[in-house]
């Protein structure tokens, strides 16, 4: 059973920056899809950012396209979600989420069975 615990969220100014921290535990052998979702009141859940730890694949939603990095420390078992020129519309809690995969990784939240409880970032203007 995969544990995810987000942290490194918090208020910041337009145009700040912040990195949000995702640590797992009960990996097992296999690799995965680890991904960067956020919903804002009212809003539906969207997806920000995938990696597949496999490969080291990511991608991006155009909304953070080139001001945001996800990255992962193996070490540590951690992911990062790397965020810069922060915009109000960034307000959001910001989930990490992950599933089991042998190749390819899916945008949809359905496809990922194990979640974080979640980080709130806001962004003033």
């Known amino acids: 059973q995969v544990h995810l615990v987000e942290s490194g969220g918090g208020s910041v100014q337009a145009g700040g920056s912040l990195r949000l921290s995702c640590a797992g535990s009960?990996?097992?052998?296999?690799?995965?899809?680890m991904a960067w979702f956020r919903q804002a009141p009212g809003k539906e859940r969207e997806w920000v950012a995938l990696?597949?730890?496999?490969?080291?694949?990511?991608a991006y939603a155009d909304s953070v396209k080139g001001r945001s990095t996800i990255s992962q420390d193996n070490a540590k078992n951690t992911l990062y979600l790397q965020m810069n020129s922060l915009k109000p519309e960034d307000s959001a809690m910001y989930y990490c989420?992950?599933?089991?995969?042998?190749?390819?990784?899916?945008?949809?939240?359905?496809?990922?069975?194990?979640w974080g409880q979640g980080t709130q970032v806001t962004v003033s203007s």
């Open positions: 009960g990996y097992t052998g296999s690799n995965y899809c």
């Open positions: 990696m597949y730890t496999g490969t080291g694949m990511t």
């Open positions: 989420a992950a599933y089991g995969s042998r190749g390819g990784c899916a945008t949809n939240e359905i496809a990922y069975n194990y």
